[in-house]
């Protein structure tokens, strides 16, 4: 097939670009990367809490709660996982609370992290709780406590 080049410039005549049979390439046949899953939830009544706030004792009763939450595959608590990064009480009741998870192509997931909310926000005194996962710093087995360590022979 001939094309006169001043023609289709002229004319701008589109033409259709022959067909190539190539080979893949290494980059065709990489699997896609997953995306880490976004994930928070909230909890919480909502109400109001009577009285003054200590934060420090709302923050100490929010941690005992959080070393009541097991990772279902790890038969240990977040806390002593290493899972958990932050907890903030903020002066209007509501817990933050920053975690994340062993993986991120984790099954229970979501469910993990609506518990933490639900549980979080059953705390006397928390108006709301908010949850969110976040993937940095990668979680590694340094983030375990000493006696999560014992408790899985790695020590």
């Known amino acids: 097939m001939s094309f006169d080049i001043e023609k289709l410039k002229t004319n701008k005549i589109e033409v259709e670009a022959p067909k190539r049979n190539l080979l893949p390439t290494l980059?065709?046949?990489?699997?896609?990367?997953?995306?880490?899953?976004?994930?928070?939830?909230?909890?919480?009544?909502?109400?109001?809490?009577?009285?003054?706030?200590?934060?420090?004792?709302?923050?100490?009763?929010?941690?005992?709660?959080?070393k009541c939450i097991y990772d279902p595959e790890i038969p240990l608590n977040i806390v002593d996982l290493g899972l958990i990064y932050d907890v903030t009480v903020g002066d209007d009741a509501v817990v933050h609370v920053s975690m994340t998870l062993t993986a991120p192509g984790c099954p229970v997931a979501g469910e993990i992290v609506k518990e933490v909310a639900d549980k979080v926000g059953l705390v006397p005194g928390v108006k709301h709780s908010h949850v969110e996962i976040t993937w940095d710093p990668p979680w590694t087995q340094d983030r375990m406590s000493e006696e999560a360590m014992l408790e899985l022979g790695l020590l």
């Open 27 to 66: 980059q065709d046949e990489l699997p896609a990367t997953p995306e880490l899953p976004e994930i928070e939830a909230y909890g919480g009544s909502g109400f109001e809490p009577t009285g003054a706030l200590d934060k420090e004792a709302m923050h100490t009763f929010v941690i005992a709660t959080l």
